[in-house]
């Protein structure tokens, strides 16, 4: 008898059999240098200014952030989510950071002058430790790579935001909240 | 262990970033091109740019010096591996002519998390890896092939690279430097 075939791939065991790594292996920083220069050189070849170019480099930092999202909450957090806007930053400053750069980030600020605006602050990142950027590019950060894991882990956990990388202090991180976000974290206080 | 080596070790990075970084990368390149053996050929290319770069850095850790036959090439790629991602492939298949050997791997940072769809049977996620070899080894005077013979992501037991020795190359003195 033939058998239908459904799947031109028959599954050994599944990625879900596995266990989930510990996350504690490590490869070169050289290695990931080179892999992050060759990244940023195929994003320039298909765009023609530096907004462009940082808008995919943080779309693709976007498809790092959706994973990790998953991948930290289960292994660091036992499955529990943040629901205080406070707390999923904090979450992003120290375990984020740790597992993905292997260390926290150094500054977590709120503006002073607006309350959907936070900065997470990066004295050196690791994404521009080899980067120089040519003077025709001034503003291009790479590390919008970086922003954009950021992104995509904070509208994962349900707090939707804007996430730009700026040349202050270092890199610093800008994060604006969506108004939703903040409305409904004051209601939370409130009770 | 030499103090400069110890110094350059001591720069790592979680692997798991590098993975997600890859994977994003080879996501980016299946939306870009219509064709996998694009993707493919892409993957190879890139990996030549990292390889030309790469060995530099391998000279500089190891301060190892010319190799004495393929053999011995063969055990300074499997060494390559170890100080850059940290794992250590088995060289197997040795043709009799001791011109090609096999890389197998057991475990690979670059495929952790990664399923490939029906649709991508045909992508070799991991070309990258040949690439490399070519670009590093172009450095060094020698030009080898590599291609994939067994992938894990395609339900082989272990992923297998066989690389072929293919000539010397003469040393070319770099344009304007004569």
Not at chain 2, 43 to 65: C, K, P
């Amino acid at each position: 008898m033939t058998s239908i075939t459904i799947s031109a791939v028959r599954p050994r065991t599944s990625i879900l059999d596995k266990s989930l790594s510990k996350g504690k292996s490590e490869v070169s920083l050289s290695c990931y240098a080179l892999l992050f220069s060759e990244l940023v050189q195929y994003c320039q070849n298909r765009v023609y200014t530096v907004p462009e170019l940082q808008n995919k480099l943080a779309e693709m930092g976007a498809e790092v952030g959706h994973r990790m999202t998953d991948l930290l909450v289960m292994r660091e957090k036992s499955g529990k989510r943040e629901v205080k806007l406070l707390s999923v930053l904090l979450f992003i400053k120290s375990t984020v950071w740790k597992s993905l750069f292997g260390r926290e980030a150094d500054k977590l600020e709120h503006a002073n002058d607006d309350d959907r605006t936070y900065y997470i602050i990066e004295k050196e990142a690791l994404v521009n430790k080899f980067v120089s950027v040519p003077k025709d590019k001034g503003s291009l950060n790479c590390a919008s790579f970086t922003a954009g894991i950021v992104e995509a882990i904070l509208s994962d956990c349900g707090f939707p935001a804007k996430v730009t990388a700026h040349w202050h202090k270092g890199t610093t991180y800008m994060v604006k909240f969506d108004h939703a976000v903040i409305t409904r974290d004051k209601q939370l206080e409130d009770r | 262990m030499s103090r400069t080596g110890a110094r350059l070790d001591a720069k790592k990075v979680n692997s798991e970033l590098f993975t997600l970084t890859y994977g994003a990368l080879v996501t980016q390149l299946l939306k870009d091109y219509e064709n996998v053996e694009d993707v493919n050929k892409q993957l190879e290319r890139m990996g030549y740019n990292m390889g030309i770069r790469l060995i530099e850095d391998f000279l500089a850790r190891t301060g190892s010096g010319r190799c004495y036959d393929f053999r011995d090439t063969a055990e300074k790629i499997q060494s390559g591996f170890k100080i850059f991602l940290g794992i250590t492939p088995t060289i197997t298949n040795w043709s009799p002519a001791g011109d090609a050997f096999s890389l197998c791997f057991e475990t690979n940072p670059l495929t952790e998390f990664v399923e490939l769809p029906d649709h991508c049977l045909n992508l070799k996620y991991c070309n990258i890896l040949t690439g490399v070899l070519r670009g590093a080894c172009e450095m060094v005077q020698m030009e080898v092939a590599s291609w994939f013979l067994q992938d894990q992501l395609k339900n082989d037991s272990v992923t297998e690279i066989r690389v072929k020795f293919v000539k010397r190359l003469e040393d070319a003195i770099p344009a304007g430097e004569d």
